[in-house]
């Protein structure tokens, strides 16, 4: 007996509410390895806007079997990406596949969509993954792509503590002063090994300043004695979409003083905030972290747990200007 054969085309907007469905899949999967996991029917209704947008102005491929979308991806483009090429993001909302087989299915879609991209003359692709979907990790690995950044959670509730011999403090913005020299450094800390992100020079109390205008932006500073050796922050919205939960912060830096490290600052730190935010009816807290960051990535991997990673390939952009063959 012979399979029904998959066929490709390029999605649209009819194709939303199936895309819906096969997203709640992906997410009901991996919320298997996540007690307490935010339900999905808080996402759904800006999913399904979000995705009408995408694929009205980026396009997107869509899997079919007897008619049925069995899978789907989208790429949106967004300039230079990790250098000077030009790239392309599949979002954790970008792509959905549930059909068998579906090796087969992501690896075809993704061809399709980066046959796109290229095309389009853009070489420097970063994919997210749901971070315990093996099978499609397995995939994108044997297809050059390597580790980047993670998307991790936890809820707010704080268990018992070590006594920590630092002061923490939520800041006002009229205290952003005392930590402009460790936001400094932060920023500097990403251009060494084996980092090497080329962040430019800022004005460090401009940029908090700048930052905390906005809503639902809060900072806690660690002090020994009237210093301040360390920093972390939080806000209402990053990157992924579970990063929007109205019940979610989510921490965009930390920061301690190369001096005073491995000695709980950051742990103190955190658990301050995650101690106000619960006082403050917030359930979950996100971050998204860097794995090339060997310090950061320890911790955050250590207090937290990783529900999305983020893959990144460059192609050899000597493709560009040849002719490409369809797929
Ligand atoms: C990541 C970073 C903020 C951690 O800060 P830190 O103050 O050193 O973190 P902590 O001391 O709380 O935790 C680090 C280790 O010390 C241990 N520790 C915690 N309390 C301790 C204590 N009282 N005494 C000794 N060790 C302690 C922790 O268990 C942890 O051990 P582990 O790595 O084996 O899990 C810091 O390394 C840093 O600023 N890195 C550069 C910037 C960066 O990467 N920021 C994060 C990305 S935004």
Known sequence: MTSTPITYRPLTSDDIHQMIDLLRQSHHQ?????????????????????LMRLVKECGGWAALRRGQLCGYMIGVEIGELFGKDQGLVISAHGWSV???????IINDLLVHVLHDAVQ???????????AHDRLAISVARDLGFGNRCADAWRTTHVGSTRETAYRIERLSPSQLEVIAPLHQAHNRYYRQAPLWMPNPEEDPLEDLKGWMSSEDRWIWAAFDQDHAIGYLRTQAHAESYL?????????????????????????????????????????????????????????????????????????????????LLNP
């Open 30 to 50: 991996e919320a298997r390895y996540h007690p307490d996991y935010p339900s999905f029917d808080a996402f759904q209704a800006s999913l399904g806007r979000q």
């Open 98 to 104: 549930q059909g068998s087989p579906r090796a087969r």
């Open 120 to 130: 389009h003359g853009h070489t420097s692709i970063a994919w997210t993954l749901s």
């Open 243 to 323: 990063s929007h939960h109205p019940q979610l912060r989510n921490i965009t830096a930390a920061y301690v003083d190369p001096m005073f490290r491995d000695r709980g600052v950051a742990t103190a730190l955190l658990n301050q905030a995650l101690h106000d935010l619960h006082e403050n009816g917030i359930t979950w807290c996100g971050v998204d972290y860097e794995t090339i960051n060997p310090s950061g990535s320890r911790f955050w991997s250590s207090q937290f747990k990783p529900y999305t990673i983020s893959l990144t390939r460059r192609i050899d952009e000597r493709i560009l200007g040849l002719d």
